[in-house]
């Protein structure tokens, strides 16, 4: 599985970004796509995720019911609406896979999208 992501940006605070993430190489049926994010000095952390073949999404506390996780079939693609964005928002975002059974490791990383929030 090939991860590319993109999106990435500048933005002030209160604003909004939708990264992007294009996934080849596998059918998706049997996995979860999410993203991470990493700011600096700080630990990756789980942002959201989503199983590509269910529609069914998690979210962590910081990010809930500000952003949204979401995934075109037809595109390969998984996308993070992030809405009312705030400073601490400001990381690098990855984005992730793996297979639904077995080890809840991802697998499979794509390169990373850089946001900045300006206050």
């Known amino acids: 599985v090939q991860l590319q992501a993109s999106g990435g940006g500048v933005v002030q605070a209160g604003g909004s970004l939708r990264p992007s993430c294009a996934v080849s190489?596998?059918?998706?049926?049997?996995?979860?796509m999410a993203w991470f994010r990493q700011a600096p000095g700080k630990e990756r952390e789980f942002v959201a995720g989503?199983?590509?073949?269910?529609?069914?999404?998690k979210y962590s506390e910081s990010v809930e019911g500000r952003f949204t996780i979401s995934r075109d079939k037809p595109k390969n693609t998984v996308y993070l609406q992030m809405n009312n964005l705030k400073p601490e928002d400001a990381a690098v975002y990855y984005c992730?896979?793996?297979?639904?059974?077995?080890?809840?490791?991802?697998?499979?990383w794509g390169q990373g999208t850089l946001v900045t929030v300006s206050s």
């Open positions: 992730a896979a793996r297979m639904m059974a077995g080890s809840e490791e991802y697998a499979y």
């Open positions: 190489g596998r059918t998706l049926s049997y996995y979860i």
């Open positions: 989503i199983r590509w073949s269910a529609n069914i999404a």
